[in-house]
């Protein structure tokens, strides 16, 4: 089967830089991505991973190593609007989604 | 990359009834799904909607419940049949416009109320 493992919640301030880890099994491994959520709204695509490494979009990174089966997604420079759910997501022929981490930024 | 509409955003409906679901993109696209968000949770893929054929389910989910339909492949519709307050969620129309590194795109979401 497939299982997606993510912290339930994480709370950071202003400015300061949070690492959200994303464990998973899954037969058919295509890539790992993730998605943020606000209160009310869609889920929108932030990164993609397929191979090991670090991808950089602005301030946020994601990173994946394939062997251990693990990612995460490190958001710099924390604002306020930051403040939602982040959800890893593994792709192979269909989408499954973790249980999503939800984000408080404090002032 | 592609923009999803979905209708109705959200509906209040009696139990035993069923709701239809539409979801349009804006351009032709590969593969199209349905998911289902409680408040506050993950989102659970319902069934994959295929062009010309049948969906494919997931565990959990049926065709007499959840018919599914995509007559072409800018389009889809979810019907939730005979609801309970147990079907009362957020339902998510969502799409990928290509194979290879493309991400999901979703709708707004229907929410729907069963009482």
């Known amino acids: 089967g497939q299982s997606l493992e993510q912290p339930s919640e994480v709370t950071a301030v202003e400015g300061a830089i949070v690492q959200i880890n994303c464990t998973y099994q899954?037969?058919?491994?295509?890539?790992l991505s993730w998605y943020q959520q606000h209160d009310g709204g869609a889920p929108t695509f932030l990164s993609y991973n397929a191979l090991d490494g670090l991808e950089e979009t602005g301030r946020f990174s994601s990173f994946l190593s394939r062997s251990d089966s693990y990612g995460y997604l490190l958001l710099q420079e924390l604002q306020m609007k930051d403040s939602a759910s982040y959800f890893c997501a593994v792709r192979g022929f269909k989408t499954i989604f973790g249980a999503g981490t939800r984000l408080f930024v404090k002032a | 990359s592609a923009v999803i509409s979905q209708k109705p955003s959200r509906d209040i409906c009696q139990r035993g009834t069923s709701l239809t679901i539409q979801c349009q993109v804006d351009s032709q696209v590969t593969m199209m799904f349905w998911y289902r968000q409680q408040p506050g949770q993950s989102l659970t893929l319902i069934a994959t909607a295929n062009q010309g054929s049948e969906a494919t389910y997931e565990s959990g989910f049926v065709i007499d419940k959840f018919p599914i339909s995509r007559p072409n492949l800018t389009f889809s519709t979810l019907t939730v049949s005979n609801m309970s307050p147990e079907d009362s969620s957020i339902y998510l129309c969502?799409?990928?416009?290509?194979?290879?590194?493309?991400?999901?795109?979703f709708g707004n979401g229907t929410r729907l109320t069963v009482t």
């Open positions: 899954t037969s058919g491994f295509y890539g």
């Open positions: 969502s799409a990928r416009d290509r194979e290879g590194n493309s991400p999901l795109h």
